[in-house]
């Protein structure tokens, strides 16, 4: 079956897949797991994903996401599947960038895009997470699955050992999973999954793509079928493809009728009909160009705005404390933190998205010997702010927040 379109469905839930390029490891020790799960705490509260559990292991992992419901009141809206694909490049480009400058090598650290299978939650749910959690036994990392320190098993016996944040980030949906529990335990409950539901669950996942009762399947396979009818921004042409369709038919069955009477007028008719085609689709190809050069002449002017100008911007610690100065750039596709290049932090790639609005989002990535900073802004107006995460071996995570206090011109 193809890849399932990214969409909201109400009541399913997603299994992500990632692995490692040619199988190699994703994760060498805890600071690589700590990191990946302070970048997924990150990206799920950006994009408002529910995570209801994880499983990260050496070569590979797993998520069991469901999308935020659309802000229209409607069961289908073909744009939310933006919103999981973005979350998913956003985590696992980040984790590279990070992983890449830890170790000293380069290109992709994962080997393709994400898989992902659609699973209907009512019924399933709490055999997902069981599913999940049972990874690292059945691979051998682990004797028992309770006591792997890499997954989310231990959120659901509420024994968390990486603290209050990582709890916060999934505890309403660990919450509403073990409701669905009724007097059993849940160690209990996933130490009862058979080896024949496993292997049921893994065969469907991995060649149907869809998990759940008929009358599930058969609603996902409609709703995608909608959404590949109505891919955005082709809704229009659509249309007009079929009011063309139906001039053709028409005009068709009245040549015909003139041909017969022995006209030859058909011959002529079709000559204007093809020009007049010719003519619509040339106009509508230049004025989607007009369109799009205007588009660009203003996103270059914004991205020239921000490239021209050291900011001067105020760090502002979120816990209290000292505030400090930094001057930051953007030179050269490079993203430049005067302070922290002194503290051994490299200059970075940096990403960049304007919006409809004019205003302009920036992400990047600094790494260091044992360290990573994880900035993340916004300009608009002439002003820049936005958050810079700082970890470091050995040190307390240290978060900010930055306004930019003035600039000038390089």
């Given at each position: 079956?193809?890849?399932?379109?990214?969409?909201y469905?109400?009541?399913?839930?997603?299994?992500?897949?990632?692995?490692?390029?040619?199988?190699?490891?994703?994760?060498?020790?805890?600071?690589?797991?700590?990191?990946?799960?302070?970048?997924?705490?990150?990206?799920?509260?950006?994009?408002?994903?529910?995570i209801?559990?994880?499983?990260?292991?050496?070569?590979?992992?797993?998520?069991?996401?469901?999308?935020?419901?659309?802000?229209?009141?409607?069961?289908?809206?073909?744009?939310?599947s933006?919103?999981?694909?973005?979350?998913?490049?956003?985590?696992?480009?980040?984790y590279?960038?990070?992983?890449?400058?830890?170790?000293?090598?380069?290109?992709?650290?994962?080997?393709?895009?994400?898989?992902?299978?659609?699973?209907?939650?009512?019924?399933?749910?709490?055999?997902?997470?069981?599913?999940?959690?049972?990874?690292p036994?059945?691979?051998?990392?682990?004797?028992?699955?309770?006591?792997?320190?890499?997954?989310?098993?231990?959120?659901?016996?509420?024994?968390?050992?990486?603290?209050?944040?990582?709890?916060?980030?999934?505890?309403?949906?660990?919450?509403?999973?073990?409701?669905?529990?009724?007097?059993?335990?849940?160690?209990?409950?996933?130490?009862?999954?058979?080896?024949?539901?496993?292997?049921?669950?893994?065969?469907?996942?991995?060649?149907?793509?869809?998990?759940?009762?008929?009358?599930?399947?058969s609603?996902?396979?409609?709703?995608?079928?909608?959404?590949?009818?109505?891919?955005?921004?082709?809704?229009?042409?659509?249309?007009?493809?079929?009011?063309?369709?139906?001039?053709?038919?028409?005009?068709?069955?009245?040549?015909v009728?003139?041909?017969?009477?022995?006209?030859?007028?058909?011959?002529?008719?079709?000559?204007?009909?093809?020009?007049?085609?010719?003519q619509?689709?040339?106009?509508?190809?230049?004025?989607?160009?007009?369109?799009?050069?205007?588009?660009?002449?203003?996103?270059?002017?914004?991205?020239?705005?921000?490239?021209?100008?050291?900011?001067?911007?105020?760090?502002?610690?979120?816990?209290?404390?000292?505030?400090?100065?930094?001057?930051?750039?953007?030179?050269?596709?490079?993203?430049?933190?005067?302070?922290?290049?002194?503290?051994g932090?490299?200059?970075?790639?940096?990403?960049?998205?304007?919006?409809?609005?004019?205003?302009?989002?920036?992400?990047?990535?600094?790494?260091?010997?044992?360290?990573?900073?994880?900035?993340?802004?916004?300009?608009?107006?002439?002003?820049l702010?936005?958050?810079?995460?700082?970890?470091?071996?050995?040190?307390?995570?240290?978060?900010?927040?930055?306004?930019?206090?003035?600039?000038?011109?390089?």
């Amino acid at each position: 079956m193809p890849r399932l379109p990214r969409i909201y469905i109400e009541n399913a839930v997603y299994f992500v897949t990632c692995r490692g390029e040619h199988n190699e490891d994703i994760f060498k020790d805890k600071e690589d797991y700590r990191m990946f799960l302070e970048l997924l705490n990150k990206y799920q509260e950006q994009y408002g994903i529910k995570i209801f559990a994880y499983c990260l292991m050496p070569d590979h992992l797993h998520l069991l996401l469901e999308m935020d419901k659309p802000a229209k009141d409607i069961a289908f809206q073909p744009n939310r599947s933006v919103d999981m694909s973005d979350f998913m490049r956003g985590l696992n480009n980040n984790y590279t960038k990070y992983f890449n400058g830890r170790y000293g090598r380069k290109g992709h650290l994962f080997r393709e895009r994400f898989k992902s299978a659609m699973v209907e939650k009512n019924s399933y749910l709490l055999k997902m997470t069981a599913y999940l959690h049972l990874n690292p036994e059945t691979l051998n990392l682990t004797a028992d699955a309770r006591q792997y320190p890499y997954s989310s098993y231990q959120l659901y016996l509420h024994n968390d050992q990486f603290g209050q944040n990582s709890r916060g980030l999934m505890k309403a949906a660990v919450e509403e999973a073990l409701s669905l529990l009724k007097s059993q335990g849940y160690a209990d409950y996933v130490s009862g999954l058979s080896v024949d539901e496993r292997e049921f669950i893994h065969k469907r996942i991995n060649r149907g793509g869809i998990l759940g009762n008929e009358d599930f399947v058969s609603r996902v396979r409609s709703e995608v079928r909608a959404y590949q009818a109505q891919v955005p921004g082709q809704k229009y042409e659509a249309n007009g493809r079929k009011s063309y369709r139906l001039v053709f038919v028409t005009a068709g069955a009245v040549l015909v009728v003139i041909a017969a009477a022995g006209g030859i007028y058909l011959l002529s008719v079709k000559k204007n009909l093809s020009e007049t085609n010719k003519q619509i689709k040339k106009l509508e190809i230049m004025n989607k160009e007009a369109d799009r050069s205007e588009v660009r002449k203003g996103e270059n002017k914004i991205s020239e705005e921000l490239r021209s100008a050291q900011w001067e911007v105020r760090l502002v610690p979120v816990s209290g404390g000292r505030e400090n100065a930094d001057t930051l750039s953007f030179r050269n596709g490079k993203f430049i933190s005067s302070k922290l290049i002194s503290f051994g932090f490299s200059d970075s790639n940096y990403s960049q998205v304007i919006e409809s609005n004019g205003k302009l989002t920036w992400e990047t990535m600094q790494t260091a010997s044992g360290g990573i900073a994880s900035w993340r802004g916004e300009m608009e107006n002439g002003r820049l702010r936005g958050t810079l995460s700082l970890r470091q071996e050995g040190k307390e995570p240290e978060d900010f927040s930055f306004v930019s206090t003035g600039y000038s011109k390089q």
